[in-house]
Nanobody
Framework: VQLQACGGGLVQAGGSLRLSCAATGDPNSINGMAWFRQAPGLEREFVAATRWRGGGTYYSDSVKGRFTIPRDSAKGTVYLQMNSLKPEDTAVYYC??????????????????WGQGTLVTVSS
């Protein structure tokens, strides 16, 4: 399984950006996808997660109401729609895929596959 993320860039505070992550390979290896992010000097943190089919969506408190995680399971692609961006959203964003159990949907250990990361910079 390979995950290819793209869509990062520079945006002003209050603006929007959409990241994409395409999964290729064995479709049975993944039933959930997530986004994590890592700011300089900080640990990688959970942002949002979803299952390919049903199962709801999950968001960190810091992005709830501003970010959404739409998916196109037929294309094997998950997105991160980021609205009302803030400078504190600046980070490298990573997509992740795997077969996490429900209690691990928001945890790094729930995911076996990781994309290469894409940088999002929000200027004030």
């Amino acid at each position: 399984v390979q995950l290819q993320a793209c869509g990062g860039g520079l945006v002003q505070a209050g603006g929007s950006l959409r990241l994409s992550c395409a999964a290729t390979g064995d479709p049975n290896s993944i039933n959930g996808m997530a986004w994590f992010r890592q700011a300089p000097g900080l640990e990688r943190e959970f942002v949002a997660a979803t299952r390919w089919r049903g199962g709801g969506t999950y968001y960190s408190d810091s992005v709830k109401g501003r970010f959404t995680i739409p998916r196109d399971s037929a294309k094997g692609t998950v997105y991160l729609q980021m609205n009302s961006l803030k400078p504190e959203d600046t980070a490298v964003y990573y997509c992740a895929g795997g077969r996490p159990i429900t209690s691990s949907m928001t945890m790094r250990r729930g995911y076996s596959y990781w994309g290469q990361g894409t940088l999002v910079t929000v200027s004030s």
